[in-house]
């Protein structure tokens, strides 16, 4: 408790906590031995200070230290974003992640349920038949035989919970809003990450140094999707061999047509289901192109593809072949217990 009350009595200074004090604050929070009014003044003042990426990756490791884990093959990717992007679009990571799963990267697709839209990744994938209470064998069965396993964050963080009300009454986005795509159950090292705010790009890509990742994208469309957006460009920060750069992507990078983002907005979990296996089955248009642009950056990012029209070309022959819908498929059936 210490190190919490020591980090809100700096905040009342206006200084800033050792890191050691405010990594070991995120400990108590996550073991339930603070109060909601400790919690709201420790978030609350980091905030105000302004959350660091040694502060992010600080409560990632309090995060990863009390989650209960499952094992991936080596070379998983994760394409979980922080959501909050406010667009109600279509599941768009999550259809990349079958894609690429489909093409031959392994998925271990971290989720939970939506943040600002009708459908986050747990409600869609339930309506396509997954089980969000698959055992911890099972995920690991379909990460090796579909190559695709969800990770339902709600069943790997318990720790979150005694943090639950006070981020509530705050109503107001918190750090921890982006600790969650920070701490893959599987502890995949490589990510495609989305994130709500433009701010938080490069914060996030040190952040993922910081915890070890190998290679990475941080991402944010310009018109405010937490993706790769199919309406014009989108900022990137890359984590390869310990180096950051920065750099934009369009859709004619990976031999795309843009599209307008009405055309890929979504609906309640059964419409954006039936939307999703529409693509998978290889309906063309927008929702299908923006999928296959995503598909394409985890490719790169898995080293799969040299870039994103080799990328977008494997995600492609990925529906087409029925790859990424088998994939589906295979996840689902292994989740119910049922293959």
């Known amino acids: 408790m210490s190190a919490l009350l020591n980090c809100i009595q700096a905040f009342t200074h206006g200084e ?15 073991e339930g031995e603070a109060g909601d009014a400790e919690i709201g003044g420790f978030l609350v003042g980091l905030a105000a200070l302004g959350e660091k990426p040694e502060d992010l990756a600080a409560g990632a490791r ?15 990717i994760d394409t979980c974003g922080t959501g ?13 992640a079958l894609v690429a799963a ?18 986050g990744s747990a409600e869609v994938l339930a309506s396509l038949g997954v089980a969000l209470d698959a055992t911890p064998d099972r995920v690991e069965r379909a990460l090796t035989e579909a190559r695709v396993g969800f990770l ?34 599987a502890g995949a090292k490589r990510q495609l990450l989305g994130v709500f705010a433009e701010r938080w790009i490069e914060p996030v890509a040190v952040a993922l140094r910081d915890l070890g990742a190998e290679r990475a994208w941080v991402v944010r469309g310009r018109d ?43 609906g309640t979990p059964e419409e954006n289901a039936v939307a999703l296996r529409a693509v998978l089955a ?15 950056a985890a490719l790169v990012i898995s080293g799969l593809a040299e870039d994103l029209k080799d990328g977008a070309a494997q995600a492609a022959r990925s529906i087409d072949s029925g790859a990424a819908r088998s994939a589906l498929e295979t996840m689902a059936k292994i989740s119910r217990g049922k293959a």
């Open 224 to 266: 405010g999707l937490d993706e790769l957006s199919i309406s014009g460009p989108s900022d990137v920060a890359e984590l390869k061999d310990g180096e950051i750069r920065r750099f934009t992507v369009s859709p004619g990078d990976a031999g795309l047509p843009e599209h307008d983002i009405e055309a890929i907005i979504g």
């Open 62 to 76: 309090a995060l990863r230290a009390r989650m209960s884990g499952l094992n991936a093959p080596a070379g998983a």
């Open 84 to 96: 909050g992007d406010a667009k109600g679009t279509y599941n768009i990571s999550t259809a990349a």
């Open 16 to 30: 800033r906590p050792s890191a050691e004090d405010i990594e070991g604050a995120f400990g108590v929070l996550m």
């Open 152 to 185: 339902f964050a709600p069943a790997h963080h318990s720790a979150v919970r005694h943090v639950a009300g006070a981020r509530k009454a705050l109503r107001a986005r918190t750090v921890f809003n982006l600790l969650g795509p920070l701490a893959n159950p």
């Open 282 to 296: 290889g309906e063309t248009g927008a929702y299908r192109d923006i999928v296959i642009l995503n598909a394409a």
């Open 102 to 119: 489909g093409a031959g990267a392994t998925v271990a697709k971290h989720g939970n349920r939506a943040a600002s839209s009708k459908s």
